[in-house]
């Protein structure tokens, strides 16, 4: 199984990017998927999910409004939406798969991750 990410760079407050997934070597459309962010000197931490058929999503507190996951089945690609970025959203950020059924807000449900692409915005 492979995860690559991809659309992170630098930016400035208030602008957006857009994080891709791309999967490979597993049935993607039958797992549920998340993104999680790691900040500097902080835990790694939940940012949104999305069951395996995009119906339900969910996001953390502190992006709720802002961000937007979504995916592509039939491209084997994730995605996350981030609008309106703010100082505070700098980390790198990782997407996860997992064949687990709930659960999707912690770290230890997800079965493989991705290298991370990071994120720096300046205010």
């Known amino acids: 199984v492979q995860l690559v990410e991809s659309g992170g760079g630098f930016v400035q407050a208030g602008d957006s990017l857009r994080l891709s997934c791309v999967a490979s070597?597993?049935?993607?459309?039958?797992?549920?998927m998340g993104w999680f962010r790691q900040g500097p000197g902080k835990e790694r931490e939940f940012v949104a999910s999305?069951?395996?058929?995009?119906?339900?999503?969910y996001y953390a507190e502190s992006v709720k409004g802002r961000f937007t996951v979504s995916r592509d089945n039939a491209k084997n690609t994730l995605y996350l939406q981030m609008n309106n970025l703010k100082s505070e959203d700098t980390a790198v950020y990782y997407c996860?798969?997992?064949?687990?059924?709930?659960?999707?807000?912690?770290?230890?449900?997800?079965?493989?991750w991705g290298q991370g692409t990071e994120v720096t915005v300046s205010s």
């Open positions: 996860a798969e997992t064949s687990a059924g709930s659960y999707w807000d912690r770290p230890d449900t997800y079965e493989y």
């Open positions: 070597g597993r049935a993607f459309s039958k797992d549920a």
């Open positions: 999305i069951s395996w058929s995009g119906g339900s999503t």
